[in-house]
């Protein structure tokens, strides 16, 4: 399996991705909003794009189906229930599918509500796992819930599902907000000195042209939403919310810090 992870450069830094089979140059397109970009690598890279994903509905995410597809006659691929808010889908999965491309590339569909409630995610079957979270997870971070979703949904889908990866499963997210993110970690739990670290490096030096690839193992020392017993990070947060419960669970700190984020 062949990952181009493809920087559009936009006001919504998204990426955008590629997945080659080695045997056959078939691509799976997740995302493909800058369509230009992923016709042109797929190209230069003598791939043929054969299918299109959409992570979810939102249109920084299919934005770009309708020339890609044009271009190439790829099958649109979505979760089953966003076919009314995503048009010309030909394909729609549900938990437990297995996305092929060409004879070598196997993904399994993760039904993961929460930023939306029709968001799929994939999990190659691959030695070293790779996760394609779209808008879920990201580096350091957790997708909001503005446009269709429900926070409590994404709790669960972290705590059932995302805290069970393989910690060396690879990230590969729906944009770059990583610097941002660690910003946020930092201010919610400043003893974290494994976050710290991390920002002072990228400091100058982040390009999301080269962007760095984070593990669900990394995740859980540097994202606060993975992090919802620290202590740092309950004391934080019952001085930013007043109603928070003395002793909270980890389904409250979810939540309460989801809320902060909208704001910060």
Request: one cysteine or more.
């Amino acid at each position: 399996m062949i990952v181009e992870q493809i920087w559009t450069g936009n006001a919504f830094r998204n990426f955008n991705y590629l997945i080659a089979c080695t045997d056959t140059g078939e691509a799976l397109a997740i995302d493909p909003l800058d369509h230009e970009k992923c016709l042109a690598a797929a190209k230069h890279n003598g791939w043929e794009i054969t299918q299109v994903l959409n992570t979810h509905e939102h249109g920084d995410h299919t934005g770009g189906n309708a020339a890609v597809i044009e271009a190439t006659g790829a099958k649109l691929l979505a979760h089953a229930n966003a076919g009314s808010r995503i048009e010309g889908m030909d394909v729609g999965l549900a938990a437990g599918d297995v996305v092929k491309v060409g004879s070598s590339v196997e993904l399994l569909a993760l039904d993961t509500p929460g930023h939306t409630m029709s968001h799929v995610c994939l999990l190659s079957k691959t030695d070293t796992p790779a996760l394609f979270s779209g808008d879920t997870l990201f580096n350091a971070g957790a997708g909001n819930c503005h446009g269709g979703g429900h926070p409590a949904e994404l709790y669960e889908t972290f705590v059932s599902q995302l805290a069970e990866l393989s910690d060396e499963t690879m990230i590969y997210p729906g944009h770059d907000y990583l610097t941002n993110n660690l910003g946020f970690t930092l201010d919610r739990e400043p003893d974290n000195d494994v976050a710290a670290a991390l920002l002072k490096d990228l400091e100058g030096t982040h390009d999301p042209a080269r962007a760095m690839v984070t593990t669900i193992a990394q995740e859980r020392e540097i994202n606060t939403f993975f992090r919802l017993t620290s202590p740092t990070v309950i004391k934080k947060l019952q001085e930013s919310i007043s109603t928070l419960p003395e002793n909270p669970t980890p389904k409250d700190v979810f939540l309460g810090l989801r809320e902060l984020r909208n704001d910060w």
